[in-house]
């Protein structure tokens, strides 16, 4: 493989899911994945607020270099620039990379909606990539777009769950209808995408166009995947209750 085919991902057959699902680099991208996050907040967990601080924004500018390189490469390798191709490549369309940009976005705004947001969609997102890639390990070379792929999901998945670890997010009971907000904001971004400014495309972005599982049911899919959901963000806010019960009582009495 040349230089020229590593950066524009040619000469580069595609692996059938047999050949690459949980072989060694499957393994080892989860095992990856798993360690830094473990390191990271092991290491973190006593530092000063300013050393975690750093620490995300770090993370958070190489995946924001990842993004802006990845997208640059995109576009120079582009056959036809379309306003369609063009929208594509710049803008974020998939689940995954809606959860990277509005990481990226929190971390360096510090809105706590956000990072309360991005930790619960991108660990969503980047869990499901780690189990099921469908891209990145998918190919015989890891060129430069597979190793974007591999890193940004690794990256999304170890600085979503540091948000957790390091504290930053915060799920209280009182302020769960914002992330249920910033999800119903995400899918009609999606309805928009897949209905209005891309209509016929055959991507199905935020899989609002076919069932992606093939599940086959009598009613429409949408309906299960809100419950699922539903389930899913209220088992963060529960969880954080629980955890923090005996802080919150203490904190309650000494208010009184």
Partial sequence: MSFSDWWTNSNNPKLSKSEYMW???HILMIAIAISITVLLSIIFYKKSEK??????????????FFEILSRIVNLIILDVYS??????????????SVAVWVLIIGIFT??????????????LATVAFLLQPAVGINRV????????????????????VLLI?????????????????????????????DFVILPGNTENYMYLMSDPLELNLSFPYHLLYIVILSAYISIYYLVYYLVNKKKLKLQANGKK
């Fill in 23 to 25: 072989s060694f680099k």
């Fill in 51 to 64: 050393a975690k601080n750093i620490l995300l924004k770090v993370l958070a500018s190489i995946l924001l």
């Fill in 83 to 96: 306003f369609q191709n063009i929208f594509k490549i710049i803008m974020p369309l998939h689940i995954c």
């Fill in 110 to 123: 510090k809105k706590q909606i956000l990072l309360n947001f991005t930790s619960i969609v991108a660990i």
């Fill in 141 to 160: 070379y890891l060129s430069f777009t597979c190793l974007y792929s591999v890193t940004s999901h690794i990256l999304g998945f170890v600085v979503s």
């Fill in 165 to 193: 670890t390091l504290k930053f997010a915060k799920f209280e009971f009182k302020k769960i209808y914002q992330i249920f907000l910033c999800f119903t904001v995400m899918f009609l971004w999606g309805v928009i995408v």
